[in-house]
């Protein structure tokens, strides 16, 4: 009896994909993969402006407080305010000021600071393709 539903079901021929399907497979792998990628890059660019925007205050904070601590706003007010003796002894009063810069605040002010500008300016470059996923994703 088995022999009958060999023969009965040998004129069905197989079916053939579609023209392009392959092709169409390869389209939507190589669409996931850049999804992916880009998924990627929106994150690390949310973390790091995250991580810059949480960092520029605090480092803020230090700068102005090291700048405090050191003199530095005592050196530059008594330049300002008594110029004929700046104008004189302009040397010691750099070699002062230069002295007692928070050298450690600014570095990590600056840091923070061109992160953030950096990560903006690298988000505004690549604008289209992140905006591009992001309507993706919700209209889909």
Request: proline share 2%; with cysteine; hydrophobic share 50%.
């Amino acid at each position: 009896m088995r022999k009958d539903y060999e023969k009965l079901f040998t004129h069905l021929k197989a079916e053939e994909p579609s023209a392009g399907l392959f092709d169409r497979i390869i389209l939507a792998i190589r669409r996931e993969r850049e999804a992916r990628q880009t998924r990627k890059l929106l994150f690390s660019f949310l973390f790091i402006l995250v991580v810059s925007c949480i960092a520029t205050p605090l480092s803020w904070m230090m700068l102005i407080n090291q700048a405090k601590d050191s003199g530095i706003f005592y050196f530059i007010s008594t330049a300002v305010s008594d110029l004929g003796t700046f104008f004189i002894l302009w040397q010691d009063f750099s070699l002062a000021i230069l002295e007692s810069l928070p050298i450690t605040g600014i570095i990590a002010f600056t840091i923070s600071i061109g992160l953030a500008f950096f990560t903006i300016r690298l988000f505004l470059y690549k604008k289209r393709l992140l905006l591009g996923y992001l309507t993706q994703r919700t209209t889909v």
